[in-house]
């Protein structure tokens, strides 16, 4: 019940102050979100590249209001390909990326002009050929140190916008990654769609507050959902990413693996960083590909309430931790 609670303050600007603001939120975040800095993420990639892990690094933030700061989230992805280059780890340290960020929902400088989009992009937000352009130059130097960039997918009004800009950067970077979100109705349709040879695609349950019309509201629906389009991604010809810490679905996943004839490096396993840990170091030790989401930055806000939504038990620790102070 909480859950869809603390997804609705994850949108409100009052609540992002009061918690960012609380002194002890800090210690808390820090579970999630290893640093706010390149200098202090660096080490991080390391110690947990050298525990034989992979990464997909997220430099947080979201629903931006100024194409100024959607430049400046690109240039924050720039300088932290830089400094990864020189660790040389290829593919083991890839990048997630939110459209948001790059200002997917802001209006275009030619909509605001002309008081209304025209012409291909219409059908989406104005900020759609800002988000691509932003992300482009993202995606062009992630390929110069040998790795990809995957496309988060937010609330499910951003989908086709950004499954549009995925689409755009596969003519020139096919193994540009994207992911799909078991929750939505669409998404068995999108899964068929995306399991084509060279697709890279990560399946999750899906973290935003979506409506009865477009997604499924129970546990067990979401579950069942996410079982048969991680059926169609195996039976595909795609690299399926299996983005859970569900036990269960973990197993579904490796037998589906199995049953459709994969080896051990033709998918691979996602977990959010400061979370399942030890599950992490087991299934790579198993010799599973594990690749953990770390993110890191300032503009924390929107990820850590997600995190809080998905287990009431961290909020249960977070509010403990305030009144405690
Ligand atoms: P479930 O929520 O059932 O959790 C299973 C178990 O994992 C729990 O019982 C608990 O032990 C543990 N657990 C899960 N979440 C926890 C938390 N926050 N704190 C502590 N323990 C927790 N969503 C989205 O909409 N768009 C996206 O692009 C992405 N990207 C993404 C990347 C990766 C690598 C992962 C793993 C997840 C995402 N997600 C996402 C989030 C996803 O949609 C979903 O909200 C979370 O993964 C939680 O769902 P689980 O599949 O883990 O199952």
């Known amino acids: 019940m909480l859950g869809p609670v603390i997804l609705a303050a994850s949108r409100s600007d009052r609540m992002r102050r009061l918690v960012s603001a609380a002194p002890v939120t800090k210690p808390v ?6 640093g706010e800095t390149v200098d202090q993420i660096v080490p991080i990639v390391r110690e947990l590249t050298d525990q034989g892990l992979e990464l997909t690094m997220d430099v947080v933030g979201e629903d931006i209001t100024t194409p100024a700061q959607a430049e400046a989230a690109r240039d924050a992805y720039l300088e932290l390909i830089d400094r990864l280059k020189s660790l040389e780890l290829g593919t083991r340290a890839e990048m997630s990326v939110k459209l948001s960020m790059f200002g997917q929902a802001l209006p275009s400088p030619t909509t605001a002009l002309n008081g209304g989009a025209s012409g291909p992009e219409a059908a989406f937000h104005g900020g759609h050929e800002l988000a691509l352009g932003n992300v482009r130059p993202v995606v062009e130097a992630a390929a110069e140190i040998g790795t990809t960039v995957t496309l988060d997918a ?11 800009i995925h689409e755009e950067l596969r003519k020139d970077f096919p193994q540009t990654g994207c992911v799909i979100q078991a929750y939505l109705f669409r998404t068995e349709a999108d899964a068929r769609r995306l399991a084509d040879s060279g697709s890279r695609v990560r399946l999750v349950k899906g973290a935003y507050k979506e409506p009865a019309e477009v997604a499924y509201q129970q546990r067990h629906e979401i579950d069942k959902a996410y079982v048969r389009i991680l059926r169609t991604l195996m039976e595909g010809e795609g690299y399926p990413m299996i983005g859970s810490h569900d036990p269960r679905l973990i197993s579904i996943g490796q037998e589906l693996a199995r049953t459709a004839g994969r080896k051990l490096d033709e998918y691979e ?3 959010l960083y400061g979370i399942r840990g030890d599950e992490h170091l087991r299934l790579a030790a198993e010799g599973h590909r594990m690749r953990v989401y770390t993110a890191y930055g300032t503009d924390w806000y929107g990820y850590f309430m997600r995190r809080l939504a998905e287990k009431p038990a961290n909020l249960r620790f977070f509010a403990r931790s305030m009144v405690s102070k």
């Open 154 to 164: 937010e609330d499910h009004t951003t989908l086709d916008s950004m499954f549009a």
């Open 269 to 271: 396993f996602q977990m």
């Open 29 to 34: 975040v820090d579970r999630f979100i290893p």
